[in-house]
């Protein structure tokens, strides 16, 4: 009988398996305050995109990874960043942040990150392509980019890239 291997398991899990996992505080989730909005927004900034991806049900996922790994997408900053960024890439983004961000008016700390940066997301196809890939109404979609640039919290390189997608 082989033994468990904690460390094979983990490789081997999905964001949603290591969420469980590392969430000990039981079914209600960690209490992430105002305060840690900019924690929150950097460690978004630098995060693997092939590992929040992982998690989106699409056909195309693994194909639109894979893409984005060869051309050195590590990071959703990398993905924001790019002058001309991968169209299918993007949707699967937005369809990441829009789900995190929630329904809600009164969103949690990290709701209101993912809403941020489902802001972002179609701001930059709408800006760096010329194509939307939201529902939302042109007014609706300036309203969501004035609400982030009022967010005092949004500051480094996503403040200076807000600047350049939708100048106020």
């Known amino acids: 009988m082989n033994a468990f291997d904690p460390q094979d398991a983990a490789l081997k899990s999905n964001a949603s ?3 469980a996992l590392l969430n000990t505080g039981g079914d209600e989730e960690i209490g992430w305050s105002a305060e840690d909005l900019p924690d929150l927004l950097r460690h978004q900034w630098t995060a693997p995109v092939d590992f929040d991806l992982a998690e989106v049900r699409h056909k195309d996922r693994h194909k639109t990874l894979t893409q984005a790994a ?3 997408i ?4 990398d993905l924001l960043t790019q002058s001309s960024p991968s169209l299918p890439l ?29 802001v972002l997301v179609i ?8 194509v939307s890939i939201s529902s939302l109404s042109d007014a609706e979609v300036q309203k969501a ?7 005092t919290w949004v500051e480094g390189e996503a403040r200076d890239l807000l600047q350049q997608l939708a100048p106020q």
Do not use: V
């Open 74 to 77: 590590r990071t959703f900053g």
């Open 70 to 72: 060869e051309s050195n």
């Open 145 to 151: 980019a004035k609400w982030a640039h009022n967010q």
């Open 123 to 130: 701001l930059t196809a709408k800006t760096r392509l010329g």
């Open 17 to 19: 398996q290591l969420s």
């Open 90 to 118: 993007l949707k699967l983004a937005k369809d990441f942040f829009k789900d995190k961000a929630g329904r809600s008016k009164e969103k949690s700390p990290q709701q209101q990150i993912g809403y941020l940066f489902y």
